[in-house]
């Protein structure tokens, strides 16, 4: 029986996807890197279909310990560094995205976030989140999903959707939908976590009109989160660490 010898670590970047495999002496063995599209459907609009993200970064890693020789059993955990705010929204039954992932640059919400500012709530946010109110950050992206297509934000309500940032995308893949959650570096990126109480806020839950029921859970950052679905790479491997890059 091989033992496990290899960390793989996946580096879900905006423009590419990586994987690195590091031996017991944190030497990188192999390596991977591959490019996926970028959606720009008007100006200050800015997309990738969650597909490509996943597809991308699942490939590179097989890639990774094909090149090295190297079998599931060997790999003693995997580790994710992801974009941070890039927002997705998909269909917990089917794992089908609703639509194509916002990406943190996009500025589609720029007016929400200056109805927010009227209203006086910058305040509260700042307070809560450390953040100021921007459409850089995944709430307001969130939102805009919600009001894509009639019915989503019942359909949320209702549990049937779930939201995440990149990292429970890949999480939510790897494991055959099993998982749906984020780390504290990804969801203080949110502006829906309260970064003193170190959870999702209702007040900004509310503020944002965002149902909790859409929301992953919050793991740490490193430890065991989860196991691989056994199908992708021969055997479940654990999955012991999240950072949002």
């Excluded at 590179?60 to 790999?75: D, H, P, T, W």
Aim: aromatic share 8%; proline share 4%; net charge negative.
């Amino acid at each position: 029986m091989s033992h496990p010898r290899f960390i793989l670590a996946l580096d879900q970047g905006t423009t590419s996807s990586r994987a690195i495999l590091f031996d017991r002496a944190d030497a990188a063995v192999a390596s991977a890197q591959r490019e996926f599209p970028q959606h720009y459907p008007q100006a200050g609009w800015v997309e990738h279909d969650p597909r490509d993200i996943w597809q991308s970064q699942f490939d590179v890693a097989r890639e990774v310990l094909r090149s090295a020789n190297a079998g599931a059993s060997e790999i003693a955990a995997i580790g994710i560094a992801n974009q941070r705010e890039t927002t997705l929204l998909w269909e917990r039954k089917t794992g089908a995205p609703v639509g194509n992932a916002i990406v943190w640059q996009d500025r589609r919400t720029a007016a929400h976030c200056a109805r927010l500012e009227e209203h006086g709530a910058a305040a509260l946010i700042e307070c809560k989140t450390g953040l100021r109110i921007d459409p850089y950050f995944s709430a307001t992206k969130l939102a805009w999903l919600l009001d894509s297509a009639p019915g989503l934000r019942e359909r949320a309500r209702r549990g049937e959707l779930a939201f995440g940032t990149v990292d429970s995308w890949l999480v939510w893949q790897l494991t055959g939908g099993r998982a749906h959650v984020t780390d504290a570096s990804n969801a203080s990126r949110t502006s829906l976590f309260d970064i003193r109480a170190g959870d999702w806020d209702d007040e900004l839950l509310a503020l944002f009109d965002i149902p909790r029921a859409v929301l992953p859970e919050v793991v740490p950052s490193s430890g065991e989160i989860a196991r691989t679905d056994e199908a992708l790479f021969g055997a479940a491997i654990p999955i012991t660490g999240i950072a949002g890059d």
